[in-house]
Every structure is written in structure tokens, then in C-alpha cells.
């Protein structure tokens, strides 16, 4: 766990990462950035696979238990009585979407959310994000070729330029900050 803290938090973020990267990618340092600047602490999260040394994630039912259990930790830690946003990039942001509701998260943020297999549109992963059931934004490459979600009551799509690597923290920070804004104060309860 590597934390930004926040000097007056108003929330938190926890984020994670993707399956071939680590906490350093561009999506997730520009988010980071613009959570500070939002008055958010945020907590990045290194996959336990990826501390050891292993290239390839475990299980979905083993990253699930993990997060969910680094959550609570951060919940009942630095993070205490803060709302808190979850999210990651690609692979990241698959966990959040199915332990928010697990993690009482109060929103999603899904870097690159890899909505299929490359070339694969038949074995899609749209029910992850459908059963989000609080705010979640999607920041997504136009050129990405694991696919893109719909918008939908509950979710935002921001496309901005590139493709899954969503190499330009600058365009990923712009829009979770535009995003943030929108968001209801009470949400958050901020003032």
C-alpha cells in the first residue's frame, strides 16, 4: 500500500492496478493527482502477486478477498470515517466493480476498463460494470482494443485519445477531475 494522504480529506480513493503494470501508469499517477487536488488521501494498492514477484494475477476469487480485506483495513486505518471511492485500471478496476458493494464504496472509477478480450466482443465483461450500483466513471481510449462500455444511469464513459495504456496522466486526471465535480456534495458530504 502506498499512500498520498490528503492534509484535510474530504474522501478517500483506492486504487489498483492492471495485470502487466504496477502503481506507476500514467492513468493511475494522473488520477492521483487529481484526487489530491480534490482533497481526497488516496491509497494505491499492489497486487500481493505482483509484491511476490509473480507476472500472472491469481484468481478473480483470491484479488476479490484481497482488496476487499485492503479496504477494510484502510477503512478502519488511515482512511476512518471518509467515504471512500474505489477503482483501478483494467484489471484493477475489474476488482473494484466486484467488491463495491462488498467494500461499501461510495464510487468507481474504471481506468481502461477491458470490456472484452481483444477481438473477443463475445465474451464480454459488461455485467461487472452493470452491477455497479453507485456513480462510476469509465475513462476509456478511443483507440482501446478491448472494447468500450455504453454510458448508462449510473455509469459515465469519458473517451479520451490512445488506447489501453492510457499513456497521457494528464487527459485521465482532467477527466476524473471534471468528473468529481459532478458529482452530488452530499454524496461526499462536502461543502
Known amino acids: ?3 498520498h494522504p490528503s492534509d484535510s480529506p474530504v474522501a478517500a480513493l483506492v486504487l489498483g492496478h492492471g495485470a502487466g503494470g504496477g502503481i506507476e501508469s500514467p492513468d493511475l499517477v494522473g488520477a492521483t493527482k487529481a484526487a489530491g487536488s480534490a482533497g481526497l488521501s488516496v491509497g494505491l494498492v499492489e497486487q500481493a502477486y505482483r509484491v511476490a514477484g509473480q507476472r500472472s494475477p491469481a484468481p478473480v476469487s483470491q484479488l476479490d478477498a484481497a482488496w476487499a480485506a485492503v479496504v477494510s483495513q484502510l477503512r478502519e486505518g488511515p482512511f476512518s ?9 483494467s484489471l484493477g478496476a475489474r ?14 472509477l474504471c481506468l481502461a476498463f477491458p470490456l472484452h478480450p481483444p477481438g473477443r466482443p463475445e465474451k464480454s465483461r459488461l455485467p461487472e460494470l452493470d452491477a455497479v450500483k453507485v456513480p462510476t466513471l469509465v475513462v476509456q481510449g478511443e483507440s482501446d482494443p478491448f472494447g468500450t462500455p455504453p454510458d448508462s444511469p449510473n455509469r ?22 471534471e468528473w468529481l465535480a459532478s458529482l452530488s456534495s452530499d454524496l461526499f458530504e462536502w461543502t
Request: aromatic residues 2%; hydrophobic residues 45%; charged residues 10%.
Open 1 to 3: 500500500m502506498h499512500l
Open 156 to 177: 459515465t464513459l469519458a473517451r479520451v485519445p490512445g488506447t489501453h495504456a492510457l499513456k497521457n496522466e494528464t487527459t485521465v486526471g482532467a477527466a476524473f477531475s
Open 81 to 89: 470515517g471518509l467515504p471512500i471511492l474505489t477503482g483501478g485500471r
Open 95 to 108: 476488482v473494484a466493480c466486484r467488491t463495491a458493494a462488498t467494500t461499501d464504496s461510495v464510487a468507481v
